[in-house]
């Protein structure tokens, strides 16, 4: 993404920044608390930049992430303070950019209400992981855009390698509210791209 700020950023702490490469992500936060080092605020962009600015996009559109993206960085700035160590620093990153998200979508559809969790039936679904797998990249990136929010939300922070109790964290909803939507958002993707001779021949 590459924005000025932050090339700026790099440019300050390039000669400190090697010796950081392995520097657990607690550590660097809880030390730009004491001492706002860029080098330290690079280390952590360059680890997390990407998967925040890709777990946005795939919720809004290319300006918005990159705009909320930018936002939230500069919010983790503001408040690092605030940071106690209790969860990862990713966890805390995408907690912000969550809220940051929520809050525009409220803007922009002030009267919209909530989407409600699909009521389906408990087929035996397959893992996520033979979707992935399959070659239907482009076909599951479209499926996913068509699941409601909630279930959009929690299967994206799952591909992201977080935890049921951090995606329940991030997004304020109990764990087996999670697991719920993670249950349903696998349902619905295995109705879409399962081709209908083979949920016929899965019913006969």
Request: charged share 20%; net charge negative; glycine share 4%.
């Amino acid at each position: 993404m590459g924005w000025k700020w932050m090339g700026r950023l790099a440019l300050l702490g390039r000669p400190q920044m090697a010796g950081m490469l392995q520097t657990d992500s607690r550590l660097l936060l809880l030390q730009y608390q004491q001492q706002p080092d860029p080098a330290l605020l690079q280390q952590l962009f360059l680890r997390y930049a990407d998967a925040l600015y890709h777990f946005l996009l795939k919720q809004s559109d290319a300006e918005m992430a990159q705009d909320l993206s930018q936002q939230a960085w500069i919010q983790l700035m503001l408040h690092a303070g605030s940071y106690q160590g209790q969860s990862s620093v990713k966890t805390w990153l995408f907690s912000i950019g969550r809220n940051l998200l929520i809050d525009e979508w409220r803007r922009q559809r002030p009267q919209a209400e909530q989407e409600l969790l699909e009521q389906l039936p408990d087929p035996a679904a397959k893992p996520l992981q033979q979707l992935l797998q399959a070659e239907q990249l482009a076909d599951l990136d479209q499926a996913i855009q068509r699941l409601p929010a909630v279930q959009r939300e929690a299967l994206l922070l799952q591909l992201e390698d977080f935890s049921l109790a951090q995606i329940s964290e991030i997004t304020g909803a109990g764990a087996e509210t999670v697991k719920t939507r993670l249950r349903y958002a696998r349902q619905q993707l295995q109705h879409w791209l399962t081709p209908a001779e083979e949920e016929s021949d899965e019913h006969r």
